[in-house]
């Protein structure tokens, strides 16, 4: 039987963010950099802007997602890094995406989740 | 200015679930079934069937989304219900996941983050 596997998730809220939280393309290519960053594989992308505002940006990724949905009218970013994997650490992919959007400040949610 | 908003996650472990957790029609009807009963509208549907087993459906929501992770050689999936809205109660959804998978046990973690 393989090994039993551990999910880490880290939740994140981001406040008073500088960088575009009202564009697809900016979010959607911080995630793949947050991804990649943290040695993960991206299986698909999935994205929706809302009107009049707001982004949700979605990446499945090979050990579970990454989502980021966006308020740009309160400059608020919800992060979630959900890695199940030893050895993947969604912190590193969570810098990639604090040095994009640049938050004044944040609250971070770790959390271990047993699959069995 | 609009009313500041919370968001509401609940994040749950299913352990020996009975239903099917190697169909992603299943699942995404599951899942859907959810979002309806809860009142909120999907906006898009995304999902990924791992080789040799193992799902990952993500609904994304008006109200944010709703993700689930399956590994059926364990018999465990982990469900996240992300729900931005004082109106909609992810508890009901929850309910409509356990009828439908049926699991001998569960481990139920609620956050509330906020916006502002």
Same mark, same amino acid.
């Given at each position: 039987?393989?090994?039993?596997?551990?999910?880490?998730?880290?939740?994140?809220?981001?406040? !008073?963010?500088?960088?575009?939280?009202?564009?697809?393309?900016?979010?959607?290519?911080?995630?793949?950099?947050?991804?990649?960053?943290?040695?993960?594989?991206?299986?698909?992308?999935?994205?929706?802007? #809302?009107?009049? %505002? !707001?982004? %949700?940006?979605?990446?499945?990724?090979?050990? %579970?997602?990454?989502?980021?949905?966006?308020?740009?009218?309160?400059?608020?970013?919800?992060?979630?890094? #959900?890695?199940?994997?030893?050895?993947?650490?969604?912190?590193?992919?969570?810098?990639?995406?604090?040095?994009?959007?640049?938050?004044?400040?944040?609250?971070?949610?770790?959390? %271990?989740?047993?699959?069995?």
């Amino acid at each position: 039987m393989e090994e039993l596997k551990r999910i880490n998730e880290l939740l994140v809220d981001l406040y !008073g963010c500088q960088g575009s939280l009202d564009s697809v393309e900016f979010l959607v290519g911080i995630l793949r950099s947050a991804a990649r960053s943290m040695g993960s594989k991206v299986v698909k992308t999935v994205s929706h802007k #809302f009107s009049p %505002t !707001g982004i %949700t940006v979605i990446l499945i990724l090979a050990e %579970t997602h990454i989502s980021i949905h966006t308020w740009p009218e309160y400059h608020y970013a919800a992060l979630d890094i #959900f890695i199940c994997s030893e050895e993947i650490n969604p912190k590193i992919g969570w810098e990639v995406v604090k040095d994009a959007l640049k938050p004044s400040s944040f609250n971070i949610h770790e959390m %271990t989740r047993r699959i069995t």
